[in-house]
């Protein structure tokens, strides 16, 4: 699937702070920083059908191409000159092997000209070979640093993944479930990139580790646009 194959609204999301560093928080569910050419996504789960496939469950195993078509979209609309993923980028250790020919093919022209760093996740804590880039635990540039879980503790400039943020709000007499991204201004929580991922609502005690208390935002993904809501004025499960 070419990168061209993939359409992503043309408005694109909507600016978000995070330790004084202006970042664009694209709907597609990623973030770019302008002045570093930087682009990051968060747990993308690739080969997750194959993997559940492994053990009898039938998915589509279309997951990894639709995935990576996404992905292909927002390298042509920003060109980064590094590319980023959070950790959990496979589903499993065995992912990487899994990966067809066609997909490896499309991971290559992505990868083609920029820096390609992979963070190590809880899915995929090895180094990830033959498959381009360089595995790292953790990156940091500036005032931020980039890792796939977030830290207990207070943790100024950090930019992580592993929770699948999901913020979830009454409107127009209906409840709505998006995908978000989830800061305070001092760190952030990414959503879900892949495909096949699902998501922790932020009212879970898990964002309370992180943020302390419900004095963060949620900017959830909307077609077109971000919508930024409180915390305290999303709904549990």
């Not at 390609?116 to 070979?129: L, T, V």
């Not at 953790?138 to 005032?143: A, E, H, K, R």
């Not at 964002?207 to 419900?214: I, K, M, P």
Request: charged share 20%.
């Amino acid at each position: 699937m070419s990168v061209e194959g993939a359409r992503l609204p043309a408005a694109i999301g909507g600016d978000v702070v995070v330790a004084g560093i202006a970042l664009v928080a694209d709907c597609a569910g990623a973030l770019y920083w302008p002045e570093e050419g930087l682009l990051v996504v968060a747990d993308l789960h690739l080969e997750k059908g194959s993997s559940f496939a492994t053990r009898g469950v039938l998915l589509p195993p279309y997951d990894t191409a639709a995935t990576l078509a996404k992905l292909g979209a927002l390298v042509a609309r920003y060109a980064p000159r590094f590319v980023v993923a959070l950790g959990d980028s496979f589903h499993d250790g065995g992912g990487p092997q899994r990966v067809s020919n066609d997909d490896r093919a499309m991971l290559g022209s992505l990868q083609r000209g920029r820096d390609w760093i992979w963070i190590a996740g809880n899915h995929d804590p090895e180094p990830i070979r033959d498959l381009g880039g360089v595995s790292a635990a953790m990156f940091g540039i500036g005032p931020l640093i980039f890792r796939h879980a977030p830290e207990r503790e207070d943790a100024a400039g950090e930019v992580a993944g592993h929770l699948h943020p999901v913020a979830r709000v009454n409107g127009r007499g209906r409840t709505v479930s998006r995908r978000c991204f989830a800061t305070d201004g001092k760190r952030m929580v990414m959503p879900a990139f892949g495909a096949y991922t699902g998501g922790l609502n932020i009212r879970d005690a898990a964002f309370a580790d992180v943020f302390g208390t419900l004095k963060f935002t949620a900017h959830m993904l909307g077609d077109a646009r971000l919508y930024a809501i409180a915390a305290r004025r999303c709904l549990g499960d």
